[in-house]
């Protein structure tokens, strides 16, 4: 493993997030969407992403499928390569809140020490840890690639639910039962929690 460098320095940008802020008129966060594979995450990340556009928003959904296409790409299943893809999405979503987005991210990221880790990264109030909730059963129904199915025949090691571990969240921001909610009832318990917590401007707390 290389040193690090003693040569780098942090360089403080003049545009600071405070005006990127003020210009977008909302907060930047972390909407951190978890739940097991199925269970409707990137479909609510998108739909979340959706709304605030539409009402200006500057906004970015990190999804673990196209992640793995290009920043993670040299990255496995293991406990370690879990760890490391975490950690990476934890690092490009801090870098987004300071650039003043609403940054939606759409991982399994199933154990909780990985979640708290990314949370460790923000100042308190910026990660919103939204759990997509849903029996493993829907999963395996919704899923047009039949990955739970290779799973359970053994065919695909390590996969979330079936032969690995998915740590369900103990206190997050939201709960969304996505087997029982429509995806606008689900859009709309988010945006509930983003006016709560003065997310959106002019609304919730600030």
Known sequence: ????????IWHRATVTRARREERNAHRAVVIWFTGLSGSGKSTLAHAVEEELFLR?????????????HGLCSDLGFSIA???????????VAKLMVEAGTVALTAFISPLREDRDRVRGL???????????????????ERDPKGLYARA???????????????????????????????????????LVLLRERGVLAGEGQG
């Not at 493993?1 to 780098?8: G, I, Q, T």
């Not at 740590?167 to 709960?175: A, D, F, G, S």
């Open 152 to 190: 359970k025949k053994g065919e695909i090691k390590e996969f979330t639910g079936i032969s690995s571990p998915y740590e369900e969240p103990l206190r997050p921001e939201l709960v969304v039962d996505t087997a029982e909610l429509t995806i606008e009832q689900s859009v709309e318990r988010v």
């Open 1 to 8: 493993m290389s040193e690090k460098s003693s040569n780098v």
């Open 81 to 91: 390569e879990r760890h490391e893809n975490i950690r990476r999405i934890g690092e």
């Open 56 to 68: 200006g928003g500057q906004t970015f959904v990190l999804d673990g499928d196209n992640i793995r």
């Open 122 to 140: 923000m100042p308190h109030g910026e990660f919103l840890e939204v759990y997509c909730r849903c029996d493993i059963d829907t999963c395996a």
